[in-house]
């Protein structure tokens, strides 16, 4: 589609939104830009209409099955949208005074006390902004934990194999060391690995459980008692809470910190990549460590307060507040029974569409393991018979109408698939995407080249990744236009 | 549960297929005692167990959010009460912007993915910069990803020689203090040192200390307009900084650059890096997020980059289209050597601020700008309370009242006026001080209001 810079000519404006100029003789003229910047000068209409039109150029949950494994694609209630556009939330500036704060500091000590409830832990931040600020945001404080006890060696953070890209990351932004821990061919981590890889340099492990290869990791309390033992602390990364949100908590399993993906679990949007909000949780160990500011009840109401030893603010206010009233809204009409549905189903939901894939004649990675709330197929097979591979099985599933699975992460599994379908997916729409993968396998079989050169309805043909970064076009430039 | 699609037939059926008795056999792997521990009062959610109507709810809501409304906001301090037009929430609430995931399957992204090329574009023209990336999560975590960008661009400049100063970063003058707090807070943990240049009398830094530090920083950072409002002598400080080896760091609000210097043309050489905060762009202040935080830079840094980048590119039929693009610096690809960890960024907020970068155009938003120095200009001439810096100021500045800013806060505030932001917190030698806004919604009626209100206020409590 054309760019909104192609539409845009010299002197056209949306008039509605043009403020009458003002004189600025009293600046210096040394501070003032000498020619106006090349923003698109296009009509109210153009710009709505350019918009609006690109926005059907996207795949989303209001219009596709979106089975992106790890991502919780569920769907994101119109309501809480709405309660948190109210106009006396949206126009509350973040440095307000506490006396005229008194309706949103309460709603937030309300979802502190939800968050608290089901994973666990006694006390919860809400200010990281998305799981990976949370993610730091726990490993900061088991640093400072152990710094503040003299014992400065531990610099190592332990992942299994299959962790998420953000755990080894985060751990390098704290200044730590990486340790990856082997994951065995049922899915668990290795006991005799993890055995071997602690000691007296390990600062804690991140984990999620489920794992990403969607198995709920069996041994968990031994793999709690082995960090520990060692004087290291536990992490765990709420990415797949879903499968287990109000049936189990993530305290009992015995993590002293954690981060909850509002976006993913509380069931906020993506946005398009953002934003989230990734509150952290700790146990009594930990909490004193929790990034402020963090809302206190008093007698007098409700105020902000900083945790004794806390590692500190990580933005400017107090994170994604508008995020977080969204997720209280979820919370406030799921109601505790709800709550407790939801790991339910996500995992019904799962567990069926992977037995449906089975008959299909898909291989399941972990056939004996339950699935959790979501789980993997390779497409091994498929590559070497039809030479189609993961990708092309992806692209292909795009023509169908239907959003593709995770690809290629874990990384331990071969040409692979995660695919988690969420709670709020009908049995009809599972079984429609169940036909639609059924549909690419006999293609890949019987006309390869059709899966291969996919996608061929969308609004761009495969695009080529490799010729973008060689060539980096970041940005619109007028010569260019004739493209 | 209000969401869940199934009927009883449907479990039923599902269940037969799986081979289950019932939904609770699905949990069979998980140790017994971990299990349904969050019953009855341990249960998670507020107020009823079956939860409540969307309509409860926002009654429940809109109850909470009534008790927070103010009257007119004439506090900035990093969050703006801008006019959004009608359109950029209209638009970027529909549901194919909002509840898409980030565009990793490009095919089906062309809409997102399009629109954050238009706004690496726009954002490109204001600052005169190469790049921009698809935003971080605010403008202070972001001031810290540049920082670590800025060092990671030093240490690679410098490769071989000494690192004397190249993990220590300077601030000239007045940078946001809670946009340094959390970049110290983020930073420190690699061991990155934050050294303050003070402010002058005049509130302005003073271009001198930055070729007076024993061993050049990495980076020298300023901020455009500073924390009080004031007008840096940018072009001077950027010549100083690269006289010195040293990086130019912009922190900037973008909404100004309508009418100020693009961060590229100070003094000789032009900033090296400039990040900021796009609340001004079409975000409503909402408690201070979410908004998003922006990083452009030269075209030689654009790997030491953090974040998501767009790119064109074209597909197989050779026509054009777009895709995220130098994905070896992020951390689903590098793991623990990514520039960042970040991964979800704020890409809905991107959304609101392109397309109200789109309505206003270049005159819009230059006038937006002159409108806000204009209202601020009318407070400042309504009161007759002097101003703490003598420096030139845009669209926020320094009052001095006299005697203590935060009581008087208080009392704007019990009669429903946001009356600035005392500073004593902040810096303690400015106790008395009150850092004030107005933006273009600012009326002639609204700023009689609070100039009365104020000058009310300070004659009572002295």
Redesign the interface.
């Known amino acids: 589609?054309e760019?909104?810079?192609d539409l845009a000519r010299a002197q056209?404006?949306?008039g509605?939104?043009?403020?009458?100029?003002?004189?600025?003789e009293?600046?210096?003229k040394?501070?003032?830009?000498?020619h106006?910047?090349?923003?698109?000068?296009?009509s109210?209409l153009q710009?709505?209409r350019?918009?609006?039109r690109?926005?059907?150029?996207?795949?989303?949950?209001?219009?596709q099955f979106?089975p992106?494994g790890s991502?919780t694609?569920?769907?994101?209630?119109r309501?809480t949208?709405?309660?948190?556009?109210?106009?006396?939330?949206?126009?509350?500036?973040?440095?307000?005074?506490v006396?005229?704060?008194?309706?949103?500091l309460?709603?937030l000590h309300?979802l502190q006390?939800?968050?608290q409830?089901?994973t666990?832990m006694g006390s919860v931040s809400l200010t990281p902004?998305?799981?990976?600020?949370g993610?730091?945001a726990g490993v900061?404080m088991i640093?400072s934990y152990h710094a503040a006890r003299g014992d400065t060696g531990r610099n190592e953070i332990l992942v299994p194999a299959t962790a998420?890209?953000?755990n080894?990351?985060?751990?390098?932004?704290?200044?730590c060391i990486?340790r990856e821990v082997a994951v065995g061919p049922d899915g668990d981590v290795e006991i005799e690995a993890l055995k071997a890889a602690v000691g007296p340099a390990t600062a804690g492990l991140m984990t999620t459980n489920p794992s990403t290869c969607g198995?709920?990791e069996?041994r968990?309390?031994e793999i709690a008692a082995i960090v520990h033992d060692a004087g290291g602390l536990l992490y765990y990364d709420g990415a797949n809470l879903n499968a287990?949100?109000?049936?189990?908590?993530p305290a009992?399993?015995g993590f002293d910190v954690l981060h909850l993906?509002l976006?993913k679990t509380f069931?906020t949007?993506?946005?398009?990549?953002?934003?989230?909000a990734g509150p952290v949780g700790a146990g009594e160990l930990l909490a004193p460590y929790l990034?402020g500011p963090i809302v206190e009840k008093t007698a007098e109401g409700y105020r902000w307060t900083e945790p004794p030893h806390s590692?500190?603010?990580?933005?400017?206010?107090?994170?994604?507040?508008?995020?977080l009233?969204r997720a209280?809204?979820y919370?406030?009409?799921?109601?505790?029974?709800?709550?407790?549905?939801?790991g339910?189903?996500a995992?019904?939901?799962a567990?069926?569409l992977a037995?449906?894939l089975g008959?299909e004649g898909f291989d399941i990675a972990y056939p004996n393991?339950?699935a959790c709330h979501e789980f993997i197929v390779t497409l091994a097979a498929q590559k070497r018979r039809f030479g189609v591979s993961a990708m092309d099985f992806?692209?292909r599933l795009?023509d169908y109408g239907v959003?593709?699975p995770t690809t290629y992460?874990p990384l331990l599994v071969p040409e692979c698939f995660l695919i988690e379908p969420t709670?709020?997916?009908?049995?009809e729409e599972i079984d429609a995407f169940v036909d639609a993968m059924a549909n690419v396998l006999a293609e890949a079989e019987s006309n390869p080249e059709l899966v291969k050169?996919a996608?061929h309805d969308?609004?761009?043909?495969?695009?080529?990744?490799v010729?973008?970064?060689r060539?980096?076009?970041?940005?619109?430039q007028a010569r260019k236009r004739s493209? | 549960?209000?969401?869940?699609?199934?009927t009883n037939a449907?479990?039923a059926?599902?269940?037969a297929?799986?081979?289950?008795a019932d939904?609770d056999e699905?949990?069979?792997?998980?140790?017994s005692?971990?299990?349904?521990?969050?019953?009855g009062n341990?249960?998670?959610?507020?107020?009823?167990?079956?939860?409540?109507?969307?309509m409860e709810?926002?009654r429940?809501?809109?109850?909470?959010?009534?008790?927070?409304?103010?009257g007119p906001?004439f506090?900035g301090?990093?969050?703006y009460?801008h006019h959004i037009?009608s359109?950029v929430?209209d638009?970027a609430?529909?549901?194919?912007?909002?509840?898409?995931?980030?565009?990793y399957?490009?095919?089906?992204?062309?809409?997102?993915l399009?629109?954050v090329?238009?706004f690496?574009?726009?954002m490109?023209?204001?600052t005169g910069m190469?790049?921009?990336n698809?935003?971080v999560?605010?403008?202070?975590?972001g001031l810290a990803e540049t920082i670590?960008m800025a060092v990671r661009a030093g240490e690679r400049r410098s490769k071989g020689r000494p690192a004397g100063g190249r993990r220590r970063v300077a601030l000239a003058g007045a940078v946001?203090p809670?946009?340094v707090?959390?970049a110290?807070?983020?930073v420190g943990?690699?061991?990155i040192d934050i050294v303050q240049l003070p402010y002058g009398e005049n509130g302005l830094a003073d271009p001198g200390r930055v070729t007076g530090l024993s061993e050049p920083p990495a980076a020298v950072v300023v901020q455009q307009p500073n924390f009080f409002g004031l007008?840096e002598n940018?072009?001077a400080i950027t010549d100083q900084a690269h006289e010195c080896g040293a990086l130019t760091v912009a922190c900037v609000n973008p909404m100004t650059?309508?009418?100020?210097?693009?961060p590229a043309?100070w003094g000789d050489g032009g900033a090296d890096i400039v990040c900021g905060?796009g609340q001004p762009l079409g975000i409503?202040?909402?408690?201070?997020?979410?908004s998003?935080g922006f990083i452009c830079t030269r075209?030689s840094l654009?790997r030491q980059l953090p974040g998501?980048?767009?790119?064109?590119?074209?597909?197989?039929?050779g026509?054009?289209?777009?895709?995220l693009?130098?994905?070896?610096r992020?951390?689903?690809?590098?793991?623990?050597?990514?520039t960042?960890?970040?991964?979800?960024?704020?890409?809905?907020?991107?959304?609101a601020a392109?397309?109200y970068?789109?309505?206003?155009?270049?005159?819009?938003?230059?006038?937006?700008a002159?409108?806000c120095?204009?209202r601020t200009?009318d407070v400042v001439a309504a009161l007759e309370l002097p101003r703490r810096f003598d420096a030139?100021y845009?669209h926020e500045c320094v009052l001095r009242l006299g005697q203590p800013a935060q009581p008087i806060?208080?009392t704007m505030?019990?009669r429903?006026m946001?009356g600035g932001?005392a500073l004593g917190p902040y810096f303690s030698d400015l106790s008395d001080c009150l850092l004030v806004c107005a933006t273009?919604k600012r009326t002639t009626s609204d700023i009689r209001q609070f100039a009365n209100a104020l000058q009310d206020a300070v004659r009572r409590a002295a």
Not at chain 1, 73 to 77: A, D, G, I, L, S
Not at chain 2, 1 to 6: E, R
Not at chain 2, 357 to 368: A, K, Q
């Open positions: 589609m760019t909104i810079f056209r404006r949306a509605a939104q043009v403020p009458a100029p003002e004189s600025v009293d600046l210096p040394t501070a003032l830009r000498e106006l910047p090349a923003l698109p000068e296009v109210e710009a709505v350019h918009y609006t690109l926005s059907g150029l996207n795949y989303s949950i209001d219009t979106y992106l991502c694609m569920k769907y994101n209630p309501g949208h709405r309660a948190a556009s109210t106009p006396g939330f949206l126009d509350r500036h973040p440095l307000a005074p006396s005229v704060s008194q309706g949103f309460a709603c309300e006390e939800i968050l409830r089901a666990g902004m998305a799981g990976a600020q993610e730091f900061a640093r998420h890209g953000t080894p990351a985060t751990a390098s932004m704290c200044g990486v198995l709920f069996r968990i309390e287990v949100l109000g049936k189990v908590k009992d399993m993906n976006h069931a949007p993506h946005g398009g990549g953002g934003p989230g990034p590692i500190g603010r990580l933005s400017a206010f107090m994170g994604n507040a508008g995020i009233l209280l809204a919370a406030l009409m799921l109601g505790s029974e709800g709550m407790q549905r939801v339910e189903f995992t019904l939901n567990n069926y037995a449906r008959q393991r339950r992806a692209k795009l959003h593709a992460f709670e709020t997916e009908s049995k050169s996608p969308l609004p761009a043909k495969r695009l080529d990744d010729e973008a970064a060539r980096l076009d970041l940005r619109w493209l | 549960m209000p969401f869940l699609p199934h449907d479990v059926s599902m269940l297929v799986v081979g289950a939904i699905l949990f069979d792997e998980i140790p005692n971990l299990l349904n521990t969050g019953r341990n249960a998670p959610a507020a107020g009823d167990a079956a939860g409540m109507s969307e709810m926002l429940h809501m809109a109850e909470r959010a009534r008790a927070d409304e103010t906001c506090l301090a990093g969050a009460d037009p359109a929430w638009i609430s529909r549901g194919e912007f909002m509840t898409a995931y980030t565009p399957q490009a095919e089906a992204s062309q809409g997102t399009q629109l090329y238009e690496q574009t726009m490109s023209e204001l190469d790049v921009c698809a935003s999560y605010d403008g202070g975590s670590l946001h809670l946009y707090a959390a110290r807070n983020i943990h690699q061991g007008l940018v072009d650059l309508g009418l100020l210097k693009a043309n905060d409503p202040m909402a408690s201070g997020g979410p998003f075209q654009v998501r980048i767009v790119g064109r590119t074209r597909d197989l039929d026509n054009p289209g777009f895709t693009t130098l994905q070896a992020e951390q689903h690809i590098r793991r623990a050597k990514a960042s960890n970040i991964c979800t960024n704020q890409g809905l907020l991107v959304t392109t397309i970068l789109s309505l206003l155009g270049p005159e819009g938003l230059r006038n937006v002159s409108a120095h204009a200009r030139p845009f806060v208080e505030a019990s429903g946001l932001l273009e």
